[in-house]
């Protein structure tokens, strides 16, 4: 929006012309959203703790250091939605439809969340929204979405997949793509949503995805610097740079709040929105290999899940002592801060192993 509204005024003042810079809309997108994190936190948190009583319901099989979080409020993730669709529509270049795309996801999959922890909350227990129903709204929203990319992409790879570390190794999908899309979505955002367990547990990968891939997208818009690495070119892909900074900046101003002791938690409403962002930059970018790389922390709680739910099934039997795997952790008699640490020093490595895919090929 003030691309708009400033950018024409460039001549009268000359200041006015950073605004043709993705560059610096990113960092203003990320500083807006960062301050609106903060404006809005503390009001947000009294409200939700009106309104909310006795807080998230707490999980009784869960760690016993746990228990002592009763009364926190949840639905925090309200404050990353407004502080990332709001900052996204001052900075973004608003005709570029690849934007539209990622607010639209982004928006529907934090509904989704808002609704599944609103049932929570009234029916006072961990089971919200039935997880059918969740996951085919999830479906339907992805389905459309990645329509939506199909129209609007351009060049020879709309429904091929780029296989990281090589130079031009592509694999066609074909009319499969719609399927794989929208795998990577809903994957994305429900792995996002198993992370969030603990105090920053998954905002801080969440950033350090959103970091690494606002860098690839501006990288794989500009034709010069696409052809150098030997990367897919993406006409128009560089403005999603925007919302990349908008969700760093909207993760550092939550990640204040939600510190140990965490003050809110972002709830389903944030996790999801995260998570299904993060998978739809990937499909535009042609980096989705690379997401599970650079987000292989969301990969590993997620694959904990499925190994510890099949083990049982099949055998009566659990590979760890509770799932997701940070909670396993926690049973030998990890600290909280501890394994919330650590995970982010992994997600740091996996997002340099990640990045360097852009070079070694």
Known sequence: MLYYLLFPYAQEFIAFNLFRYITFRTGGALLTALILCFVLGPRLIRWLRAKQGEGQPIRDDGPETHLKKRGTPTMGGLMILISVIVS???????????????????????L???????????????????????????????????????????????????????????????GFFIAFAVFVMVGASNAVNLTDGLDGLATVPVLIVALCFGLIAYLVGNIVFANYLQIAHVAGAGELSVCCGALVGACLGFLWFNTPPAQVFMGDTGSLALGSSLGVIAIIIKHEIVLAI????????????????????????????????????????????????????????????????????
Request: include cysteine.
């Open 88 to 110: 996204t529509l001052l900075w973004g270049d608003l005709k570029n439809a690849y934007i539209w795309i990622v607010l639209f996801v982004t928006a529907s999959f934090g």
């Open 294 to 361: 650079i987000g292989g922390l969301f990969v590993m709680e997620t694959v904990s899940v499925i190994i510890q739910v099949a083990s049982f099934k099949l055998t009566g039997k659990r590979v760890f002592k509770m799932a997701p795997i940070h909670h396993h952790f926690e049973k030998l008699g990890w600290s909280e801060p501890t394994v919330v640490i650590r995970f982010w020093i992994i997600a740091c490595i996996l997002a340099l192993i990640g990045m360097s895919t852009l070079k070694l090929r």
């Open 112 to 174: 989704v969340g808002f609704v599944d922890d609103y049932q929570k909350l009234t029916k006072r227990n961990v089971h919200g929204v039935p997880a059918k129903v969740r996951l085919g709204i999830q479906i339907i929203i992805a389905a459309v979405a990645t329509y939506a990319i199909m129209q609007t992409a351009t060049g020879n790879h709309v429904t091929d997949i780029a296989i990281p570390f090589f130079k031009d190794l592509w694999l066609p999908l074909g």
